[in-house]
């Protein structure tokens, strides 16, 4: 099974979510059809979706990523996460009404 996206969307910001989602991206070119031509299909399916933005992080989920990614060290990632903040790169939040992040 191959994907075809048409429109990068969040996955430009979120390079890591195709794999995520497991999808797996046609990297070959269709072959050319004549009109009137006929050829076997196995088999069709067909989903339609589109992007959504990436899920809020928790502050720990975000040190967790710096530190996995090399960003900062120990003493140095309170001040990178103030600068993100200062910078509004980011904007913190406490849990909605529910409960729930956002």
């Excluded at 099974?1 to 048409?6: D, P, R």
């Excluded at 899920?55 to 309170?78: H, Q, W």
Aim: some cysteine; aromatic content about 8%.
């Amino acid at each position: 099974t191959y994907h075809h996206v048409v429109e990068r969307g969040f996955f430009y910001a979120t390079p890591w979510k195709p794999r995520d989602l497991k999808l797996e991206e046609i990297d070959w070119d269709m072959p050319e059809m004549a009109h009137g031509q006929q050829f076997k299909v196995d088999e069709v399916t067909l989903t339609r979706d589109t992007t959504k933005p990436p899920d809020y992080l928790k502050e720990s989920e975000l040190v967790a990523l710096m530190d996995k990614n090399g960003i900062g060290t120990d003493a140095s990632i309170p001040q990178h996460v103030q600068n993100v903040v200062d910078r509004h790169y980011v904007m913190i939040c406490g849990p909605g009404g529910d409960g729930q992040r956002g």
